[in-house]
């Protein structure tokens, strides 16, 4: 195919054909790209005449791929991006009359932590413009940036996408949580013989606090685990449980609920919290303002820090 044959192509339909790639069901593209299954279908149908190929074999519920499909999937993905990448140059982009639509990725952390503020900031700053917010931890930010389901995330990160971008905003420092009002900080002693609570999107019962303790020669007892931040409040009033969160969750905690935010008694790993973001979008107009504000509102701006306690 030389350039005159590309008059022939609908963009439209390729895009349609690179959505189904990634979620191999009719009615997830058409919920996705906001258009009903019929229109899908027959858009399909005009693929499958573009390419000569079935494309798509229906096994259940859903549509596997053909080996051709593959093979057109693996050339037309970069191709798209960077037809995307050359469009958004072109587009100007003025926070205050936009009525852009931005798809984020946060953990569950940052969205109960840090999120309130930075909406309040962009309903003042764009007004006119959605931000539609994908739950998206360490293990789900690869996948959700490779298919395009988000354009940037926010969270503690693995693996990425071999063309994403990465900042460090903040480092997460471990604050204990409690709501007790018993005088003092709690010792090490103290501190392993409480109940405790474990919040994490998998299930997992043993964290970074089970491993430093271990290092010590000692081990604490995990009562309950929950998958999201939002529920500690309630789950830890009126009891002995206590918690190691995130110290801007801790901090968003006491000020909103009263619960006690107070330094570990023991030295717990730091990890850095991040922002990433497809290279496609690296240089579109507003997903680098929506960057500039999320790195003026979340990233850390002070060198006051919650220091874990030294215990012998």
């Known amino acids: 195919m030389n350039r005159n044959d590309l008059r022939r192509a609908d963009i439209n339909l390729l895009v349609v054909f690179e959505t189904m790639m990634h979620e191999r069901n009719v009615t997830?593209?058409?919920?996705?790209?906001?258009?009903?299954?019929?229109?899908?279908s027959a858009a399909l149908a005009r693929l499958r005449l573009m390419f000569d190929d079935p494309l798509f074999i229906r096994a259940g519920r859903f549509m596997e791929p053909t080996s051709r499909a593959e093979e057109i999937f693996s050339n037309l993905s970069p191709a798209l991006d960077g037809i995307a990448a050359a469009l958004s140059r072109c587009q100007a982009f003025d926070p205050a009359t936009s009525d852009a639509t931005f798809y984020i990725g946060l953990s569950d952390d940052v969205e109960y932590a840090l999120l309130p503020d930075l909406l309040h900031r962009l309903r003042i700053e764009a007004p006119g413009t959605t931000?539609?917010?994908?739950?998206?931890?360490?293990?789900?930010?690869?996948?959700?940036?490779?298919?395009?389901?988000?354009?940037?995330?926010?969270?503690?990160?693995?693996?990425?996408?071999?063309?994403?971008?990465?900042?460090?905003?903040?480092?997460?420092?471990?604050?204990?949580?409690?709501?007790?009002?018993?005088?003092?900080?709690?010792?090490?002693?103290?501190?392993?013989?409480?109940?405790?609570?474990?919040?994490s999107s998998m299930g997992h019962v043993i964290d970074d606090s089970d491993r430093a303790l271990s290092l010590a020669g000692r081990q604490r007892r995990v009562v309950l685990t929950v998958p999201q931040f939002s529920a500690l409040p309630r789950l830890l009033a009126g009891s002995d449980m206590i918690a190691i969160v995130p110290d801007y969750v801790a901090q968003a905690m006491a000020m909103a609920t009263g619960l006690r935010a107070e330094a570990a008694p023991l030295l717990l790993p730091e990890h850095e919290l991040t922002m990433v973001w497809?290279?496609?979008?690296?240089?579109?107009?507003?997903?680098?303002?929506?960057?500039?504000?999320?790195?003026?509102?979340?990233?850390?701006?002070?060198?006051?820090?919650?220091?874990?306690?030294?215990?012998?």
């Open 131 to 199: 931000l539609v917010v994908r739950r998206a931890d360490q293990w789900q930010m690869c996948q959700l940036l490779a298919c395009g389901e988000i354009t940037l995330g926010i969270s503690h990160t693995l693996e990425l996408p071999a063309n994403a971008r990465r900042k460090v905003l903040r480092p997460i420092r471990p604050m204990l949580l409690r709501a007790d009002s018993l005088a003092g900080e709690l010792s090490l002693d103290e501190f392993c013989r409480r109940p405790h609570a474990v919040v």
């Open 278 to 312: 497809r290279g496609t979008s690296h240089n579109d107009p507003g997903e680098r303002w929506l960057r500039s504000r999320c790195c003026a509102f979340l990233a850390e701006v002070s060198d006051s820090r919650p220091q874990a306690r030294r215990v012998a």
């Open 28 to 40: 997830r593209v058409s919920e996705k790209l906001f258009l009903g299954q019929p229109t899908i």
